[in-house]
Structure formats: structure tokens, C-alpha cells
């Protein structure tokens, strides 16, 4: 079973940074894309930023021109920037990977990593 681990969460004010991070416990094969997804209380799940491993990337609406998503393929590794922070931004940050094919996918999530962004 992999394990996804996400670091860099915490409390920042409006309009700072901050980075996170994913590693994965192994090497993953067939890897469609990895991302993150992020929660905010009483709100459902919602895409952050996903990148695929050839490098192609796409943002969700809130956070386009504001966060940065990269990877390194041959650390198991997917972080994201994120800049220009907003107190809509508070949520929990999660660290997903989608591997496999059409007939047999999968999906790997981390546990989450709190971002709370003060007024």
C-alpha cells in the first residue's frame, strides 16, 4: 500500500505564502496524473491543481494565477505554491495521485494538511 505524505501546511495572514508538499512512500506505476484537493468545513472536495508527469497542468478557477503545481517524477514528489493567499483558501489540503487505466484505476489520497489564512 503507498503512502502519501503531505508537509507545509499552517497559519499564514492574508496575501503571504506558503508551500506544500507530497512524497509518496514507493515508486507508482502508471501514474495519469497526481494533485490537490483541498476541503473547507461544510463545503465538498474541490480541485486545487492537478499535473500530469509529462508535465501538463490545470488549476481550479479560485487559485488560476495564484498557486504553482510541479512534480519530480523521480522523487515521487508533487508540491504546490501558493501565493497571494486569501482567507477563502482556508481548508484542508489533500495530496492525490491517479494511476491505472480506464478498466483498472486508481486513487491514492494523503490525510490532509490544514491551511488556515487570518484576515
Known amino acids: 500500500q503507498v503512502q502519501l505524505v503531505e508537509s507545509g501546511g499552517g497559519l499564514v495572514q492574508a496575501g503571504g505564502s506558503l508551500r506544500l508538499s507530497c512524497a509518496a512512500s514507493?515508486?507508482?506505476?502508471?501514474?495519469?496524473?497526481r494533485g490537490w484537493y483541498r476541503q473547507a468545513p461544510g463545503k465538498q472536495r474541490e480541485l486545487v491543481a492537478t499535473?500530469?508527469?509529462?508535465?501538463?497542468?490545470n488549476y481550479g478557477d479560485s487559485v488560476q494565477g495564484r498557486f504553482t503545481i510541479s512534480r519530480d517524477n523521480a522523487k515521487n514528489t508533487v508540491s504546490l505554491q501558493m501565493n497571494r493567499l486569501k482567507p477563502e483558501d482556508t481548508a484542508v489540503y489533500y495530496c492525490?495521485?491517479?494511476?491505472?487505466?480506464?478498466?483498472?484505476?486508481?486513487?491514492?489520497w494523503g490525510q490532509g494538511t490544514q491551511v488556515t489564512v487570518s484576515s
Open positions: 492525490h495521485v491517479n494511476y491505472g487505466n480506464t478498466w483498472n484505476p486508481g486513487n491514492y
Open positions: 499535473i500530469t508527469p509529462g508535465g501538463s497542468t
Open positions: 514507493r515508486s507508482i506505476g502508471s501514474i495519469n496524473y
